[in-house]
């Protein structure tokens, strides 16, 4: 009985390490270039800062950036919303995380390219 105790909450820990992914693949900092594409989605240098703050502080407690060339410009504003209850952030913190990944996006080349 203890075994199969034992094989359990191994199991279950086994499943909560994996599905928490916890090294930072990449959060581009936030440079004069990085600024100015962060125009084009009317993003100041102080809102991509906080996004990359929020995204920082988190975010990647759960995951690292994906490959965010990958997701549609405009499923990511969906994605943030749909996660930002979990994250508990604020609508300032969800808007200017979501101004930050548009600019990382607009930065990024799509995989295999």
């Known amino acids: 009985m203890k075994l ?3 094989a359990a909450a191994l199991s279950i820990f086994a499943v909560i390490i994996t599905s ?5 693949k ?6 004069a270039a990085f600024i100015q594409a962060g125009r084009r989605e009317k993003a100041d240098a ?9 995204f920082l ?3 990647i407690s759960c995951h690292a950036l994906p490959e965010i ?6 499923r990511i504003p969906g994605i943030v919303s749909w996660m ?4 508990h ?14 600019t990382v996006r607009a930065n990024s080349r799509p995989p295999g390219t």
């Open 46 to 54: 102080r809102t991509l800062e906080a996004g990359r703050k929020v």
């Open 89 to 102: 952030l604020t609508p300032e913190q969800r808007e200017a995380l979501v101004k930050y990944l548009l």
């Open 26 to 31: 990449s959060a581009p900092p936030v440079t």
């Open 84 to 87: 930002s209850y979990r994250a």
């Open 69 to 74: 060339a990958r997701y549609d410009s405009a």
């Open 4 to 6: 199969i105790v034992g």
């Open 57 to 59: 502080n988190r975010c």
């Open 20 to 24: 928490c992914e916890t090294a930072l």
